[in-house]
């Protein structure tokens, strides 16, 4: 029996779906529909039902599936103990991540993962809004906010720090600001209410009643922009800021928060040797990443 053959059955049988079967795969639709039919044709017996809404698995298809399942984990297992085989690892891995993190952080780091793994292809969705694993977007998230419920792989990728900045201009130009009550008498730079995809995302109520945010943006790094040019104050990502020679951190020991990264997979995936690289090398590379994260963790606190 042709091994090759299963790998596609068993991608198409978690994904229900050529189209995303042949992504994660990292190859043309077509070509998972012909491996899946060369095996059905060599087992004498259909594997799945073709519906409207997708691929579903025959009696014969759930029969074979917790088999190759075996077959692959054997393989993973093998894998492990033998890691220069990682060198023949490929496929495909989708992750998603928010905008800033993905932008600023892990374009960065996937380029060593590419480095270790030449033929692992990586799409990086980075994006100023969730991304839908329950959607099939990524094979990989890390998001903001914690699935209560779901057939998820969760981890607590890492937390990260947020401080108050403004431009040297700005601050040059405007009343000294030395306490937070003084905070009503600025402008500020914040994002959309009606567009925000997380409430995580929701800093500027509880630092300041005020409704002098005078430019919304859904892009935290279009907000960054725009407060490096002397638009008013934002709340910044530490780790994004920080890159930003124009930025200074306003009411250092007064103003900070903290929030959490987490990651998450599809409990299917987590067999899958390309997955589980491409999960613990994320793990790595963020805590690798603590001192940019988290500055000055010690007096960070949140409001």
Known sequence: MDW??????????RAGRLVIAARRMGVDHTTVSRKVQALEK??????????????????????????VEAMESAFVGISDSLPHLGEQLSGHVRIGATEGYSTLLLAEQL????????HLKVDLLALPR?????????????????????????????????H??????????????THREQLTEHRFVTYVDDLLFSKELVFLDELVKTNQANLRSTSILAQQQAVAAGAG??????????????????????????????????????????????????????????????????????I
């Open 4 to 13: 090759e053959q299963l790998r596609f059955f068993l991608e198409l049988a």
């Open 42 to 67: 060599n087992l004498g017996r259909p594997l799945f039902l073709r519906e409207h809404e997708g691929y579903k698995l025959t009696e014969a298809g759930r029969a074979l599936l917790p088999q």
């Open 111 to 118: 380029v060593e993962l590419g480095q270790l793994y030449p």
């Open 130 to 162: 969730a991304v839908q694993l329950s959607r099939n977007e990524a094979d990989i998230v890390i998001t903001l906010e914690r699935p209560e419920r779901g057939p998820f792989i969760i981890t607590r990728l890492t937390d990260y720090a947020l």
């Open 164 to 177: 108050l900045y403004a431009s040297a201009d700005y601050l040059a130009q405007h009343p000294a600001i």
């Open 233 to 302: 104050l934002a709340i910044l990502p530490a780790f994004a800021a920080c890159k930003e020679p124009r930025l200074q951190r306003v009411l250092a020991d007064q103003v900070s928060f903290t929030r959490t990264f987490w990651m998450l997979m599809p409990i299917e995936l987590k067999d899958i040797a390309r997955m589980r690289t491409a999960w613990n090398f994320l793990r790595e590379q963020a805590a690798t990443q603590q001192d940019v994260l988290l500055p000055q963790s010690r007096e960070t606190k949140e």
